[in-house]
């Protein structure tokens, strides 16, 4: 493979944080690993962290803390000078300059989106942000039609949509930013649900319907006394002649009853679905089988 070829670097830089190290990066090339070249190449990476925040710097309106960008630049310059080789005749610099600028882009990339999105739609973000910037021509513009963009950008309209889907979706809003209606004076975090308790209300409800139709006449009675007029267990037996233990006794045995009724008619619900699951894979497979081509052993010699 032959070697990469750069524009040669000029004996005069137009910034102060390239120094020169040609001697030290020859020297670090030739050590051994061990100690004494991780001291030079801490070195090195110290004298060049100068120009890794600079290139850092330029990415720091963009939603990161300059202290993250430098922190990551300073990781790609130390690839940098852990992989660069003067043995190939190109300059630090050349080589540098794309190893950390890439280490920082991948860093937006990966590491700064709070809903994950494929790459591909990240593609496309860039894309229609890129457009959307150079069709606007003033401060009160608003966001071009889709049509335009898709025109302009030389991309299909669904890409276009999924594109300006992406873009709000590289920062979260806090949950105390005001809602749609500034006004109102209430927070996004005020517009969100809450668990109903009524529902899991309403489904014992319905579970236990059949199962007090079987009981006993008393015992519906009962039932319907103690939990649905609230009278007391020493009322109910006045009112049914009997005693207040036996009231208790009726109660207890009637809750234990419903109890073991709907955990039965449940456990056969889940084995009806777990086999009508079963059958339906178990056609599937046949299925499949049916259309599976069969080469007979004439065919396969």
Not at 116 to 126: D, K, W, Y
Not at 134 to 162: K, N
């Amino acid at each position: 493979m032959c070697a990469v070829r750069y524009r040669p670097q000029n004996a005069r830089h137009s910034h102060d944080d390239a120094p020169d190290t040609a001697e030290d990066f020859e020297r670090l090339a030739a050590l051994p690993e061990g100690p004494e070249r991780e001291e030079l190449s801490s070195r090195l990476v110290e004298a060049w962290l100068p120009m890794a925040h600079r290139l850092a710097a330029k990415y720091r309106n963009r939603g990161e803390s300059l202290e993250d960008l430098e922190q990551v630049a300073a990781l790609g310059l130390v690839k940098a000078v852990n992989r660069y080789d003067p043995a190939q005749g190109t300059p630090f610099v050349p080589f540098a300059i794309p190893t950390i600028t890439g280490e920082i882009r991948r860093h937006f990339r990966d590491r700064t989106w709070d809903v994950h999105v494929p790459r591909r739609i990240q593609e496309l973000r860039n894309r229609v942000r890129t457009a959307v910037r150079e069709l606007s021509t003033g401060l009160d513009d608003g966001l071009p039609s889709v049509e335009r963009i898709a025109e302009h950008a030389g991309m299909s309209e669904e890409d276009v949509a999924a594109g300006l889907e992406a873009m709000d979706s590289f920062r979260s809003l806090s949950l105390d930013a005001t809602g749609p209606n500034a006004d109102d004076g209430f927070s996004l975090a005020d517009t969100f649900g809450e668990s109903e308790p009524e529902y899991e209300t309403v489904v014992a409800r319905e579970a236990v319907k059949p199962c007090l139709r079987e009981l006993p006449e008393r015992q519906r009675r009962v039932l319907y006394m103690r939990y649905f007029r609230d009278m007391t267990q020493s009322r109910i037996g006045q009112e049914l002649g009997i005693s207040q233990m036996h009231v208790s006794r009726l109660l207890s045995k009637s809750c234990e009853r419903v109890r073991q009724q709907v955990e039965h008619d449940r456990r056969t619900q889940r084995v009806r679905r777990a086999e009508r699951s079963h059958h339906v894979e178990r056609d599937r497979a046949a299925e499949r089988g049916r259309r599976r081509p069969v080469r007979s052993h004439a065919t396969a010699a």
